[in-house]
């Protein structure tokens, strides 16, 4: 993959852009960075082939589509083995209410997002988690409101 070094001007140019908007069409972000559209889509395409772009998605809004409750969940374990982890990283992925999730330092080893409809939808999803894997400690904070969500600052 391309370190950021390798990133020129018209490359972030394009990157913000479509964090901005995926559904901008190539001439409109080729206009927008000043190239024609086949250098643009050369660009995309080497980007999306190195892996900086991953996926083009649309941002939804939770409340609209009946997932207002937005959990941090903190989980503690007492196993690091790799068949652990690997075993881990297949309950997550299962799990379509975990919307993001990370493998952290400090006195948490991994923090996951969790969209669910209510309470219950939490509890339910809670005992499913626990009962797939050995887990030493699992803290949930509920959020209160969502103050910002950004694209990355390119």
């Not at 006195?107 to 219950?120: E, Q, S």
């Not at 999803?125 to 509920?142: G, Q, T």
Request: aromatic share 6%.
């Amino acid at each position: 993959m391309a370190a950021d070094k390798d990133l020129d001007k018209l490359d972030r140019d394009i990157l913000r852009l479509i964090t901005a908007d995926a559904s901008l069409s190539l001439a409109e972000i080729a206009e927008r960075v000043g190239l024609t559209s086949t250098p643009c889509w050369k660009r995309i395409r080497r980007m999306e082939q190195e892996g900086i772009i991953q996926r083009r998605v649309a941002i939804l809004d939770a409340n609209k589509v009946g997932l207002p409750v937005s959990v941090f969940v903190a989980v503690e374990t007492a196993d690091h083995s790799s068949d652990w982890l690997d075993r881990f990283a297949a309950v997550i992925a299962r799990m379509p209410e975990i919307v993001d999730a990370w493998r952290m330092s400090g006195d948490v080893d991994y923090l996951l997002h969790v969209v669910v409809p209510d309470i219950a939808s939490y509890d339910q999803f809670y005992r499913r988690l626990i009962a797939a894997v050995p887990l030493r400690n699992v803290s949930s904070r509920f959020s209160m409101e969502r103050m910002k969500a950004a694209a990355l600052p390119i």
